[in-house]
């Protein structure tokens, strides 16, 4: 489904979960060119506060936009900005509720802001902020 600009209400939300993979971050350093150790050898991350290997946060972070552009406002959104801070890792076999919430629709001018986190468990592990420009209404 796809949500014009003047179907959004502030409070409206929708989800998207995922359980992270070991192929997802091979994927995921594979297709940004992020290799740090953290997220690939487990001795170097034993060393580090985290203990055990994480995902990169930026892997969340596309969790948001998975819902931004496929499910709410949905095809043809166009991103135009986002903020998040990084609150808590994940790992493995975490499994990752992302959500967004509507908080401020700007009909005139096509944008939408959101208000957006992801959490493992009770765990928010991002929190932050978009603005899309929602697709334009067909013409009939």
């Known amino acids: 489904m796809t949500y014009y600009v003047d179907q959004l209400q502030p409070g409206m939300s929708e989800q998207y979960t995922r359980t992270v993979t070991e192929r997802d971050i091979v994927m995921f350093g594979e297709v940004s060119g992020d290799t740090n150790p953290v997220h690939f050898d487990a001795a170097f991350a034993a060393t580090t506060p985290f203990r055990t290997r994480i995902a990169h946060g930026m892997l969340s972070a596309s969790y948001i ?3 931004l552009g ?9 991103f135009l900005g986002f903020s998040c801070r990084f ?3 994940v790992r493995v ?4 509720v992302a959500e967004v919430r ?3 629709v700007l009909a005139e ?13 009770d765990t928010v592990v991002l929190e932050g902020e978009a603005v ?9």
């Open 87 to 89: 609150k808590a890792p």
């Open 65 to 67: 936009s998975t819902i």
């Open 102 to 104: 509507v908080r401020d």
């Open 109 to 121: 001018k096509r944008r939408v802001v959101f208000d957006c986190d992801c959490r493992v468990v």
């Open 132 to 140: 899309v420009m929602p697709p334009p209404r067909p013409r009939s």
């Open 70 to 78: 496929m499910k709410m406002p949905g095809p043809g959104t166009i």
């Open 93 to 96: 076999g975490d499994k990752v």
